[in-house]
């Protein structure tokens, strides 16, 4: 009977010895892997948030680019990390939507291999052409795609990444035949653009604005429920009549599964005071991105809402990869 007794001691001593473990937690710096190239959204709301979680968590928080297949190369090393909270990655609406529901198989289980942790932001995205083109507005662009099938080409960050995705919808809601060219992240896809290379781009908004305010490329529409106040003579996607493309992606925080529910908390809490930082906001409203910030259980029931979405998309656009 003296079994019994000396389990149950051990049962408690290793609770107690996880509950210290968690409360010590972080003792080290952490990882926050980032599943694209630096330069795109990803990249830029991951650093500033990195940089404040310093002084929130008291130790550092290095930015680990790990860009390729999509995003879905960083999203493996995420999932596959170990669950202990020092290891961590964006999520965003390629990772855990889009790739998931166009591929067949993925290294990853977006639903059972990632804990979600928060949603940092929304932003809208944007259909740019390159200033020579003869189109001033959708309708343009669509006489011109129109007139000469498969001449005009779209730059996208990768196959299976908001642009393509994006691209792909404006094909069949348009009706018109544009070549698809996949870059390995949205840095290389913009340089061929306002370069002339490539004549259109669909994009986050963050990464696009500086150059549409430059003049560097045109903006035709933006995707939300009002238009982008940097951009206010710039109609969104629902009332240029595609209401399609007028979705918003989103940037996150996601850890491995398993990371123990109170590193999680622990995480949570400061990306809430970090987001709740005036600068922070300044910096994010510069990015033309809205705060989030939610629960861990409200990211985790919207990243399902996406992906239920995305999956519908991505069927009606009829892409399909291996």
């Known amino acids: 009977m003296a079994a019994r007794p000396l389990a149950c001691l051990v049962a408690i001593m290793v609770v107690a010895g996880a509950a210290r473990a968690q409360e010590s937690y972080p003792s080290r710096p952490l990882t926050l892997i980032v599943p694209f190239p630096p330069g795109g959204s990803t990249d830029v709301i ?5 940089e404040r979680l310093r002084a929130e968590l008291g130790q550092a928080v290095v930015v680990d680019n790990r860009g390729g297949a999509g ?3 960083g999203t493996t090393a995420i999932a596959k990390a170990s669950p202990d909270g020092y290891t961590i990655g964006m999520g965003t ?3 855990l939507a889009i790739n998931p529901a166009t591929y067949k198989s993925l290294p990853y289980d977006v639903l059972t291999d990632l804990a979600p ?3 940092l932001a929304s932003v809208p995205n944007i259909l740019s052409i390159h200033p020579a083109l003869e189109a001033r507005d959708i309708a343009g ?11 005009l080409a779209y730059a996208s960050a990768g196959v299976g990444s908001v642009s393509h995705l994006l691209g792909e919808q404006f094909k069949l809601a348009t009706g018109t035949n544009l070549l698809h060219v996949p870059y390995r992240g949205v840095g290389p896809a913009l340089q061929d653009v306002v370069a002339g290379q490539v004549q259109v781009m669909f994009d ?11 003049g560097k490329l045109r903006p035709l529409a933006v995707s939300g429920v009002r238009r982008a106040a940097a951009l206010p003579n710039v109609p969104t996607f629902a009332q240029a009549s595609l209401d399609d493309l007028n979705w918003m992606a989103f940037f996150g925080i996601v850890a491995p599964a398993r990371t123990p529910d109170a590193v999680i908390a622990r995480l949570h809490s ?7 930082i005036e600068d922070v906001r300044r910096q994010f409203d510069a990015q033309a991105a809205d705060v989030v910030g939610n629960s861990p259980q409200e990211f985790a029931a919207e990243i399902r809402r996406e992906l239920d979405r995305m ?12």
């Open 46 to 50: 991951a650093r500033v948030v990195a």
């Open 71 to 73: 995003g879905s190369l």
């Open 93 to 95: 609406a390629s990772t």
């Open 117 to 119: 942790v928060s949603n």
């Open 141 to 151: 662009l669509v006489r011109l795609a129109r007139a000469a099938p498969g001449k």
């Open 204 to 214: 986050n908004l963050p990464t696009s604005l500086p150059l549409a305010l430059d």
């Open 270 to 276: 400061a990306i809430v005071r970090v987001l709740a």
């Open 311 to 322: 999956r519908r998309a991505i069927a009606a656009a009829g892409i399909e990869l291996n």
